[in-house]
């Protein structure tokens, strides 16, 4: 496990939404992630048009918005068969979006020997407490969710602290594309700043939003371009303001990105609003 798996992993402290016992066959969608663990028995998972088979020591991560369900066989109302759902709410990883987990809208993982005994002893102290509702109730429901959620990560992920690494980098450098693009002067100097490799940065924001850093400054710029020329800002203004110096090199990316000119598009734009 990497340094950067070792220190504190959450920027916000997790909570607890809610807890269930038994199988959700309904297909459904929550707004923030969920665990399942399988504690006893065998069943069926359904999300994205398929099924997965799970089996007692299944531990199962969802993303927020994920259409899902899950099915457990014979006995899911017994002794013989269990399977806890755990809501997370407030969840804000290092490296991640709010309320993510793990980059993918879902990972089936199976847990075994002391993991997989914590696991279950976590879930059934939470329940406990829940039902109880005893002083700092609420305290050790967040304290144990906690313990669960760093065990589900331990085993979803091979090295959790490249993922959060990797996307603590992307994410720190598309907040400073956003609240900076139009001072920019250049690529290079944000990767001096925000001490990242060139062509690392390309790739991650390749991976992340199918188009080179380059291109997502230019993104940016052009569409605050869209909303000031519409404001009536004079073509020279707003090409200054976008952080363009040359104005017939704005009016030509400009084309180029939407197919006519500025002033075309401010003429097309009120015609619009006058219809």
Do not use: W
Request: with cysteine.
């Amino acid at each position: 496990m990497s340094t950067e798996s070792k220190k504190n992993i959450f920027r916000h402290r997790p909570t607890l939404a809610y807890v269930t016992v038994g199988a959700e066959k309904t297909p459904h969608t929550h707004e923030h992630p969920e665990l399942i663990f399988v504690g006893q028995g065998s069943g069926k998972f359904t999300v994205e048009n398929h099924e997965y088979p799970i089996k007692t020591g299944d531990l199962i991560i969802v993303s927020k918005g994920t259409l899902h369900s899950d099915y457990m066989f014979a006995g899911e109302n017994s002794g013989e068969s269990s399977i806890v759902h755990m809501g997370i709410a407030e969840v804000l990883l290092s490296g991640m979006r709010k309320n993510d987990l793990i980059p993918d809208p879902f990972c089936i993982v199976n847990i075994e020997g002391n993991d997989c005994d914590l696991l279950r002893s976590c879930l059934n102290a939470i329940m406990s407490e829940r039902l109880n509702g005893e002083l700092c109730s609420k305290k050790m429901e967040d304290d144990l969710s906690e313990v669960v959620i760093i065990t589900a990560l331990r085993h979803a992920v091979v090295d959790i602290g490249k993922l959060l690494m990797k996307n603590k980098q992307f994410y720190e450098a598309k907040e400073y594309f956003d609240n900076n693009y139009m001072t920019i002067n250049n690529i290079e100097e944000v990767c001096e700043l925000l001490k990242i490799n060139k062509y690392y940065l390309t790739h991650i924001f390749k991976e992340k939003l199918s188009m080179p850093p380059v291109r997502y400054l230019q993104y940016k710029r052009l569409e605050k371009a869209k909303s000031l020329i519409l404001t009536g800002v004079p073509i020279k203004e707003v090409a200054e303001r976008c952080g363009y110096s040359d104005t017939c090199y704005f009016c030509k990316v400009f084309k180029k990105y939407l197919g006519m000119s500025p002033l075309k598009y401010r003429q097309s734009q009120l015609g619009k609003r006058r219809k």
